[in-house]
């Protein structure tokens, strides 16, 4: 490897370690993962803003995000109602909605989901068809929605807002005197901080990448990108070669005996391109193996079985198996992830290895047809 590709290569990742280790401290929402699950995101600032809510504030937190988040100065406290997973006429479901009178402002939150396809523009023709308006769009940086969600509407019909813009509505929240939920809305607010800072990462690369028209640093970047496809699937097959010798040390208790799982590559399951490997019980008399390590059409991983009646997946996303509050995602690994593949922590290991242990131990498959349910 060229110097100026090791270079380019040191500098990524000072910025890598500085955006993950932004925050270690003890924080609710950190730890029930809030940052995958939107729904639960917007749950709780949906509680807030309710007028009616059990904060007993009033409007108070509503009128406030009118003025730090949605930058609208017109608020009728008495004609003011918020609607959250709110079902449009053509099926989809708005993350919020907020009423104020006859004016409506819809409120599309995206953390780590990708858009859907049109999603903006039914969102908008579904409130705003024969009226103008806005479809608001908050984002951890504030950035602007994929063409394929906005399709042939005017992005001016969008306002892009920030987690930067929900920090600043809480702790103007906070600073009343009277407002006795403080604690929880400071750490809701490190919180939405943190994401913030995360993801402005890619961001800050991209300039180090670009400074001063560093030729070599650009060349160096292209090359890199050149091997993306041959970097990821690297990183998959020493995964799963790590991930075999945890689930072949695992043991479990059969009529008073112990035995260890059956672990190997689903070479012979080449019809299958999803799944990498097999799994099954030493003392497993019937046909076909127990579940699963499969990589789906997203690159998530997965473990289950597939039925023998049925052409679906049973089973549970490998994306929900949580290790220190990160989930696992190889279609952007992520330092994690790559620090559970490469990384000398025998603690996280073992983490990893008990995450794994109680995923496999809560497999129980039917006698009838062999499919396998997650408790």
Same mark, same amino acid.
């Given at each position: %490897?060229?110097?100026?590709?090791?270079?380019?290569?040191?500098?990524?990742?000072?910025?890598?370690?500085?955006?993950?280790?932004?925050?270690?401290?003890?924080?609710?929402?950190?730890?029930?993962?809030?940052?995958?699950?939107?729904?639960?995101?917007?749950?709780?600032?949906?509680s807030l803003l309710d007028p009616a809510g059990l904060h007993e504030a009033?409007?108070?937190?509503?009128?406030?995000?009118?003025?730090?988040?949605?930058?609208?100065?017109?608020?009728?406290?008495?004609?003011?109602?918020? !609607?959250?997973?709110?079902?449009?006429?053509?099926?989809?479901?708005?993350?919020?909605?907020?009423?104020?009178? &006859?004016?409506?402002?819809?409120?599309?939150?995206?953390?780590?989901?990708?858009?859907?396809?049109?999603?903006?523009?039914?969102?908008?023709?579904n409130y705003f068809k024969n009226k103008e308006g806005k479809i608001y769009?908050?984002?951890?940086?504030?950035?602007?929605? &994929?063409?394929? &969600?906005?399709?042939?509407?005017?992005?001016?019909?969008?306002?892009?807002?920030?987690?930067?813009?929900?920090?600043?509505?809480?702790?103007?929240?906070?600073?009343?005197?009277?407002?006795?939920?403080?604690?929880?809305?400071?750490?809701?607010?490190?919180?939405?901080?943190?994401?913030?800072?995360?993801?402005?990462?890619?961001?800050?690369?991209?300039?180090?990448?670009?400074?001063?028209?560093?030729?070599?640093?650009?060349?160096?970047?292209?090359?890199?990108?050149?091997?993306?496809?041959?970097?990821?699937?690297?990183?998959?097959?020493?995964?799963?070669?790590?991930?075999?010798?945890?689930?072949?040390?695992?043991?479990?208790?059969?009529?008073?005996?112990?035995?260890?799982?059956?672990?190997?590559?689903?070479?012979?399951?080449?019809?299958?391109?999803?799944?990498?490997?097999?799994?099954?019980?030493?003392?497993?008399?019937?046909?076909?193996?127990?579940?699963?390590?499969?990589?789906?059409?997203?690159?998530?991983?997965?473990?289950?079985?597939?039925? !023998?009646?049925?052409?679906?997946?049973?089973?549970?996303?490998?994306?929900?198996?949580?290790?220190?509050?990160?989930?696992?995602?190889?279609?952007?690994?992520?330092?994690?992830?790559?620090?559970?593949?490469?990384?000398?922590?025998?603690?996280?290991?073992?983490? %990893?290895?008990?995450?794994?242990?109680?995923?496999?131990?809560?497999?129980?498959?039917?006698?009838?047809?062999?499919?396998?349910?997650?408790?």
């Open positions: %490897m060229d110097n100026n590709t090791v270079g380019l290569l040191d500098r990524i990742k000072e910025i890598n370690h500085h955006y993950f280790n932004v925050s270690n401290d003890f924080n609710i929402f950190k730890i029930l993962t809030l940052e995958h699950r939107e729904t639960y995101f917007c749950k709780f600032i949906g009033g409007s108070l937190p509503l009128e406030l995000f009118f003025k730090y988040v949605l930058g609208v100065d017109k608020f009728s406290p008495s004609l003011s109602r918020v !609607e959250l997973e709110e079902l449009t006429q053509n099926g989809r479901r708005v993350d919020m909605v907020i009423y104020n009178g &006859s004016d409506v402002y819809p409120i599309e939150v995206k953390i780590s989901a990708r858009d859907g396809k049109l999603q903006l523009s039914d969102y908008y023709d769009y908050l984002t951890p940086t504030g950035r602007k929605p &994929s063409k394929s &969600s906005i399709g042939d509407m005017d992005i001016s019909s969008v306002r892009c807002i920030s987690f930067g813009d929900l920090c600043r509505w809480l702790d103007a929240l906070c600073e009343y005197e009277n407002f006795a939920h403080k604690d929880i809305c400071r750490q809701f607010s490190l919180f939405a901080n943190d994401i913030k800072e995360r993801y402005k990462m890619p961001a800050e690369v991209l300039n180090k990448i670009f400074d001063k028209n560093d030729i070599e640093n650009i060349a160096a970047a292209i090359a890199i990108i050149g091997e993306k496809d041959n970097i990821l699937k690297k990183i998959e097959d020493d995964f799963l070669h790590k991930l075999k010798k945890i689930i072949e040390s695992i043991e479990y208790t059969y009529d008073n005996k112990k035995f260890r799982y059956i672990c190997d590559y689903a070479s012979d399951l080449s019809e299958d391109k999803f799944r990498r490997l097999k799994i099954n019980k030493a003392d497993n008399d019937r046909e076909g193996d127990l579940c699963y390590v499969c990589i789906d059409e997203n690159l998530y991983m997965a473990l289950g079985s597939l039925a !023998e009646k049925n052409t679906g997946w049973v089973g549970s996303e490998w994306a929900y198996v949580l290790v220190d509050g990160q989930r696992f995602n190889f279609k952007y690994p992520g330092y994690n992830a790559v620090k559970f593949v490469y990384g000398k922590d025998n603690d996280f290991d073992d983490k %990893m290895k008990k995450a794994i242990e109680n995923l496999l131990n809560n497999i129980s498959y039917s006698e009838n047809c062999g499919e396998s349910d997650m408790v």
